[in-house]
């Protein structure tokens, strides 16, 4: 970027991270955003076209040419393709570009795709995010490692992102977000299979009264209904995450077994809305 000039930015993969990201980008002062997603190219492609039209955003027929003028690139597509992308980008990618890998991957997965990244002359950010985009938008916790994440988080920051460093080498903020998730994907896998098993034997109602006067402070039936409908929006998406989780604790010498679970009630209960 030269000087002050505003950064001009590129999404590959235009879901809801990509949608909410673009909203608040050109909202603050980002210019130019462009966007690249495999469904453009699909019978659906047309209803993302109209997105991005109505949010301002241009729609690349590669990534290569959604990305070419870019400052940024933000890799936002899902946890199983976040390597594969990494590595398609580093031939066209150049120097003075920094790529910011905001999937859910492993930490070995980060530092591959930074491998790939760095080899094209480019640089690599790794961004954790934290919690679900929707309600925070721009604002969503995001932690960024690799030594070009202060200076990125400085750029983004004035832009109204929240990019905190928390390290200079790759896999550190992936393990922290993937080290949260086993809990917060997990109580909602054990919470979806509770309220489950209490409706097929009608105990609903004095089983979450006895959780309630062991944890009063939480509302049972509003949980299960909260986490019933995160698993059943989100639940491909977190049984992705969990498979990357599994990976990271096989790496470890850890025991996987668990994570693997959850993935496969993730996206059970994703099933049961979506049909898919």
Not at 189 to 197: I, P
């Amino acid at each position: 970027m030269a000087g002050s000039a505003p950064a001009a930015i590129a999404f590959i993969g235009f879901g809801e991270v990509g949608q909410t990201f673009s909203r608040g980008l050109l909202a603050n002062g980002a210019h130019g955003i462009r966007a690249y997603d495999l469904l453009f190219d699909s019978a659906a492609g047309r209803r993302l076209e109209d997105v991005a039209q109505q949010i301002g955003v241009g729609r690349g027929a590669s990534p290569a040419e959604a990305c070419a003028e870019a400052d940024f690139i933000f890799s936002a597509v899902t946890a199983d393709r976040a390597e594969a992308v990494a590595a398609e980008a580093a031939a066209w990618l150049k120097p003075g570009q920094i790529f910011v890998d905001v999937n859910s991957a492993a930490p070995s997965t980060k530092q591959r795709a930074a491998k790939a990244v760095e080899a094209s002359g480019a640089d690599y950010v790794e961004a954790a995010v934290m919690a679900p985009v929707l309600k925070p938008g721009l604002k969503v916790s995001i932690l960024a490692g690799g030594p070009k994440a202060s200076a990125a988080a400085d750029i983004l920051n004035g832009l109204g992102m929240n990019l905190a460093p928390v390290s200079e080498t790759f896999g550190r903020a992936s393990a922290m977000k993937l080290c949260r998730s086993i809990m917060i994907k997990g109580l909602e896998a054990l919470m979806v299979d509770c309220a489950a098993a209490c409706e097929a034997w009608d105990v609903k109602d004095p089983v979450f009264a006895s959780l309630h006067a062991t944890f009063p402070s939480i509302d049972f039936h509003a949980l299960a209904a909260d986490m019933r409908e995160r698993v059943a929006t989100h639940g491909i998406r977190r049984a992705a995450e969990m498979r990357e989780a599994a990976e990271m604790l096989a790496a470890a010498g850890l025991a996987p077994g668990l994570a693997s679970a959850v993935a496969d009630a993730q996206q059970r209960g994703a099933r049961r809305k979506g049909g898919l």
